[in-house]
């Protein structure tokens, strides 16, 4: 097979430490030659990068995407990385955060037209306490605030109202995180419009320990609040209020699987641009920016191949890497002292299993397997696990999970009674070892996480383990440049890499300091997870400049 594969999507791609031959999705086709004429070149293929393309494309632009891995998708992809016929989501799971995406909720570009549906599994979250006891978030609001009354009926009513309140502000918000930097009116004065607005103010820049301790006296309550789900950052920090109310985004929508696994999101919308004229390459990693005329005229890829844009370059490579692919006088000093100062967040070890059953856990007499379950032990072990970060200390003392089983819900994704079961714990990449020492304790790390989950969930024994694979944060930063230090969402969200902040202060409208040069991806406001609002921000701010809106080209008849 060439190494330069157009339509990306493979089946069974390289993942370290495995070396799987991949193979093609889709009908081969010749590459483009170099002197081929694109309006725009897209370098990067994560989902946010595509979301920009495929609204670029639709918009009549001529588009190229140059991937340097062998699957499209960035963390968002899916692939046979253990047995044969194991479909196992590579980093992303749950597209929770996308479904207030106008792409998704407007239906804007009928991705369902191009193979995406959507599960959305119910029970929703599942969390084992070491006493016996549970809680249980289900699809139906009452039936999970019930699951909170079984500890305390002040508990009970302070998630309905929780919710409630967030509802009355939750278009504030969603206004702001699906929109540019700068377009429209900032948070402050929208929320200067609510009726509780400068109590939202407060909630905002305070820490989701705070508000969560705050509203729930039972610790039970307060430790599924704190990692249901958890947000990769210190629960204590400031201005992780908000995420103390991202609980609710998933009592809305469940958390939504891909029918088929993650990567669907990222086929679809690569089918999408290439029946919209765009040509989608996979192996074709960019080495640097093609500067003339001082502005971004095109890349140039690793194997020495180069590619020029009429219009413009999108880019969703790290910063840490961008800003050594053009001469550094061309970026500005703020610019690179904001890259030297970038923070990564919490990191994770995963452990990927193929097994012949999923977990099972204790629950009214019988078992529960949802597809995703949580172990937070209690509190205490939440506001610990800052101090460990904050230390670069590895604790594998009762660890804080995340277990995902997709096959649960989506019984596609593996041969018939078997499943896909992912263990997430939560570790810093730095150690006081170096990074490097990772390679000699994943294993030990991840053994320990699976003999906790196995407290909960006994029946996970050798025996049903046909197969696994362990990533470190050392590897999942090999795995992809993006997953900079480990970071599955490009760095961490706190106030200093936070809307006009991220990436850094002047350069948060996804317009970078070399001219025709755009950003987007996690890097850029609002930053990681499964959302696509830096993709369909970066495609407003591009179609804004080439003289035309978003509005008008969802419009189109295409």
Known sequence: ?????????????????????????????????????????????????????????????????????PILGGGVKTAEILLAGFQHDTCSSAHTAIFDNPLMRDDELKLGDYGLEYIHPDPVFHMPFPDGSHITQWRDPRRTAAEFGKFSKKDEAAYLRMMEEYESVKPILEAATFLPIGFGKPVNERLAEHPRGRLWQRRLAMSAWEIIRDNFEDDHSRAFMLASPWGNLPPENPMTGRSAYSIFHQQRYSRPLPKGGSGKLTEALARFIEAHGGV????????????ENRRCAGVECVDGSSFRAQKAVVSTIHIKQLVDMAPRQLWGQDFIDGVETWQAECALVVTNLATTEPPKYSFEGGTISPVHSGIMPTADRALRFGYDFARSAVNVEDPPLHIICCTVADPTRAPAGMHTVKILGYQPYDLKEGAQHWDQIKNQVADANLNYLRRFSPNLTDDKILAKIVDSPLDFERMNPHNWHGSCHGGAWGPSQSGPLRPMAGWAQHRMPIPSLYQTGATTHPGGSVTGAPGRNAAMVILKDLGTSIEEVVKRKT
């Open 280 to 291: 989608i390459l996979a192996n074709k990693p960019v080495a640097r920016l093609i500067i």
């Open 1 to 69: 097979m060439s190494a330069m594969t157009r339509r990306g999507f493979v089946k069974g791609a390289a993942l370290a430490p495995l070396a799987l031959q991949p193979l093609a999705w889709g009908q081969q086709t010749p590459a483009p030659v170099p002197s081929e004429r694109f309006d725009i070149v897209v370098a990067g293929a994560g989902h946010n990068s595509l979301i920009t393309t495929a609204y670029l494309a639709k918009a009549g632009y001529r588009c190229l995407v140059l991937e340097g891995r």
